[in-house]
């Protein structure tokens, strides 16, 4: 297994941009790497996705504003978020999927007020 340790986060604006890291401890080139959110009280929904080989895909309430990335040199995932909205605002995690066994980072808060 891999562990993930996420850092960013926190309060912005509306419209302002924020960016998420990644670091996990060992090889993610094996990985689908993603990231989730969890809005209070509701369950986790996947926000974007990167599979080792494929393409990026996105949920469609954040497509043309979030990016993924992935480092496979610096085992690093990022999620670069723009034109954040209020609606946007949860707790974010990174999750690492291989062959059934899925990892998950600490979580990390988003808040989008004014």
């Known amino acids: 297994q891999v562990q993930l340790v996420q850092s960013g986060g926190g309060l912005v604006e509306p419209g302002g941009s924020l960016r998420l890291s990644c670091t996990a401890s060992a090889s993610i080139v094996d990985y689908d790497m993603a990231w989730y959110r969890q809005y209070l009280g509701k369950q986790r929904e996947a926000v974007a996705t990167f599979p080792n080989f494929g393409d990026t895909n996105y949920a469609g309430s954040v497509k043309g504003r979030f990016t993924i990335s992935r480092d496979n040199a610096r085992n690093m995932v990022y999620l670069q978020m723009n034109n954040l909205k209020p609606g946007d605002t949860a707790v974010y995690y990174c999750?690492?999927?291989?062959?059934?066994?899925?990892?998950w980072g600490q979580g990390t808060q988003v808040t989008v007020s004014s």
């Open positions: 999750n690492a999927r291989r062959l059934g066994e899925a990892n």
